[in-house]
């Protein structure tokens, strides 16, 4: 539903209600108004008649009269006669009591006031339903410039509210009319503190998604330059492949294509683990993963790597070391650092995988003594596609950019 018709809605709704009960208010203080001021044109015009001076006879005829009028007057004499009744056939009764009375008659209620003056009861009395009417009559008018009103209301607030939103529909318009590459921040300037939150949220969201595809272009861009090395290699190795004259040559080209081929193949794995990894792929389902089920089978899958090398390779396991995580991603994890832990260690060397708990929590720790990171490098090692100065053999410069981003994501 739009803002501004559900606005305009509950505004109206709650002045009309509040309108509405005022207007009862207005108008029951109208009749009750209206009905005093009735009470004392009755007391009045009695008043008047007592102050008369006519005889009996002479009163009655004076009051004789063939304008219809809303009141009815009646006089009695002082031995009890009636000596004059203007409306005959309401059938009025005689003097209740003096003062204000309201008598029910068949035909309706009438208010009735009688008073005594030189000897002559004197009665005027009126339909409760003409007054009511005529109350009635007084209290709408009251209530008139009300309901003109109301529909003027709703006009000013529509283009109020229409004006007060202008800020949503400026940015709504300044959103679409950006291209897809478009991810500057939204100007905040003159938008009013609500859509100014709303404007900051959407530039928080338009950084994050800034940095997110400078990040994705810059992978691409590593990873196309990584794989044209390899691929060129390989090229190269299958040309060599292809004009060796003799079995020697050929197969000494065969394996150099072949191990090409694994440089390849794992360079590809390795992007491909980072590519999982990133923060809007898909998590793994956490489930309660053992570190040291994990550095066994990182041991396992090297082990024939280390065996070739004569390495003294082994896991020492100091308690239990259970966390909440994804398997398949720690084990991406412990499969790098021992992979390393392998591959930089010189022949006839140790890797010692240990897993435990210490006061800030689990830990897999991989020690080996093979050449180390100088400390220049051990910030710059975990930038994607790094490799140090001193870096020997063959590798991607991945393994603990990936290593880092599992660590972080497991805390």
């Not at 009591?97 to 309201?102: A, D, I, M, P």
């Not at 938008?191 to 939150?197: K, L, M, Y």
């Not at 360079?267 to 793994?284: H, I, M, T, Y």
């Not at 396992?300 to 398997?327: F, N, Q, S, Y």
Request: no cysteine; aromatic share 6%.
């Amino acid at each position: 539903m739009s803002i501004r018709r559900r606005l305009l809605f509950w505004l109206l709704t709650s002045v009309l209600a509040g309108g509405l009960l005022a207007a009862g208010v207005v108008f029951f203080q109208a009749l009750g108004e209206a009905s005093e001021i009735f009470d004392y044109q009755l007391r009045q015009v009695a008043l008047t008649l007592r102050d008369r001076s006519f005889s009996t006879a002479a009163l009655a005829e004076a009051l004789q009269g063939d304008e219809a009028l809303d009141l009815a007057i009646q006089v009695w004499s002082p031995e009890g006669s009636l000596l004059y009744d203007s409306l005959p056939g309401a059938g009025l009764p005689s003097v209740v009591q003096l003062g204000f009375s309201t008598v029910a008659l068949p035909g309706g209620a009438w208010r009735v006031y009688a008073v005594q003056q030189r000897g002559l009861t004197i009665q005027v009395s009126q339909p409760v339903a003409v007054r009511d009417r005529l109350a009635a009559q007084a209290a709408w008018r009251t209530l008139l410039p009300f309901l003109v009103a109301l529909p003027l209301m709703g006009l000013l607030i529509w283009r109020l509210v229409g004006r007060e939103l202008a800020p949503l529909e400026r940015t709504a318009a300044a959103v679409s009319r950006r291209s897809p590459s478009s991810l500057a921040p939204i100007s905040a300037a003159d938008a009013p503190e609500e859509v100014r939150a709303l404007i900051q949220a959407l530039n928080s969201l338009l950084g994050r998604l800034e940095s997110a595809l400078a990040s994705q272009r810059r992978f691409v861009a590593d990873a196309a330059h990584e794989l044209r090395s390899p691929l060129t290699a390989l090229t190269l190795q299958l040309q060599l492949a292809t004009r060796a004259r003799s079995e020697r040559k050929r197969t000494e080209a065969h394996d150099a294509l072949r191990q090409g081929v694994e440089r390849a193949t794992r360079l590809v794995e390795q992007l491909l683990a980072l590519a999982r990894q990133s923060p809007d792929a898909p998590a793994e389902r956490v489930v309660p993963v053992d570190l040291a089920d994990i550095a066994r089978l990182a041991v396992e899958h090297h082990g024939a790597e280390a065996a070739a090398k004569r390495l003294d390779i082994g896991i020492t396991v100091d308690g239990p070391a259970a966390i909440p995580g994804e398997p398949a991603a720690l084990a991406i994890l412990a499969d790098n650092l021992v992979g390393n832990a392998v591959r930089y260690t010189p022949a006839g060397g140790t890797v010692r995988v240990t897993t435990g708990q210490d006061g800030r929590g689990a830990y897999l720790a991989v020690a080996d003594d093979g050449p180390g990171i100088p400390p220049g490098d051990r910030e710059r090692v975990f930038a994607r596609f790094y490799r140090g100065e001193n870096a020997e053999g063959p590798g991607s410069g991945l393994g603990l950019a990936i290593v880092k981003e599992l660590a972080d994501r497991h805390g």
